[in-house]
């Protein structure tokens, strides 16, 4: 299926999970990596996706939610992440200062620009994930920033921030609390779909998932009873901050992982 035949599928209905990837590769340091990724492609082809069937999701109106499409766009040794639904998207971190024009290339790739963001969610203040929030920001006039309160102080924004903390839903998406990376350390979920953003409270590694980096976690008792806490959901799809994605199974790894914690 081309890109064209999938987005056109969006409007009729068809769930479908887009593996696009962007091919954006550099070579500097990064605040919080623990290990870099050489690409971002996820498919064979850059035109190919993957369709899965998913329980019937409903919007907040009470009708059938669109199907999500998310992308992955690694910056260097971290990673960002675009979620859309019906055209509209939101971009979950924002890499290192100078990543905007990457996020632009991605959401073009995606048939769609900065006028479409209408959210930006931050997993946690580290500047690999913050670093180019103030471009994203100003590049799209109306998107709304969110992030966990206790990180919020230590995030600069040309915006105010709207504090999420368990329970809250962002773009039709769950936010779960993860503290012990840093103190306000969110996770995205979409049950509809199957996905799980992890952002930093996990990370992909040895082929599947490893914990939170105890080098630049705040408090790793806390954040591995984030990771506990994360066992216990449903997911088919996790990705991260840093490391490969998981796909299939993808709870039952973090379910493993939580039991030698």
């Not at 593996?19 to 996820?42: K, P, W």
């Not at 930093?200 to 599947?208: N, V």
Request: charged share 20%.
């Amino acid at each position: 299926m081309t890109r064209r035949a999938f987005l056109r599928d969006l409007g009729q209905g068809t769930l479908a999970v887009a593996i696009l990837g962007v091919g954006i590769v550099s070579c500097r340091a990064d605040d919080d990596s623990a290990e870099t990724s050489t690409s971002s492609r996820l498919a064979e082809d850059a035109g190919t996706t993957t369709t899965a069937p998913s329980p019937p999701m409903t919007s907040d109106e009470g009708g059938p939610a669109a199907p999500l499409v998310w992308e992955r766009v690694v910056l260097g040794g971290v990673s960002a992440y675009l979620l859309v639904r019906a055209g509209e998207a939101a971009v979950v971190d924002t890499g290192n200062p100078g990543d905007s024009g990457d996020i632009a290339a991605a959401l073009d790739g995606l048939g769609i620009g900065w006028t479409d963001v209408s959210t930006v969610i931050l997993t946690h203040l580290h500047r690999d994930h913050v670093g180019s929030l103030g471009d994203v920001m100003m590049a799209a006039p109306d998107a709304v920033g969110f992030a966990g309160a206790p990180d919020i102080p230590s995030i600069p924004s040309p915006r105010t921030l709207t504090p999420v903390d368990d329970g809250d839903s962002v773009f039709g998406l769950d936010i779960i609390a993860t503290p012990g990376h840093t103190p306000g350390s969110i996770v995205v979920h979409d049950p509809g779909s199957g996905l799980l953003v992890a952002g930093d409270a996990m990370r992909g590694g040895d082929g599947g998932v490893i914990g939170a980096h105890p080098r630049f976690s705040d408090d790793m008792a806390l954040a591995n009873g984030s990771i506990k806490k994360l066992a216990a959901l449903d997911f088919d799809t996790v990705v991260f901050g840093h490391g490969d994605p998981v796909f299939g199974g993808a709870s039952e790894q973090v379910a493993a992982l939580a039991a030698t914690l």
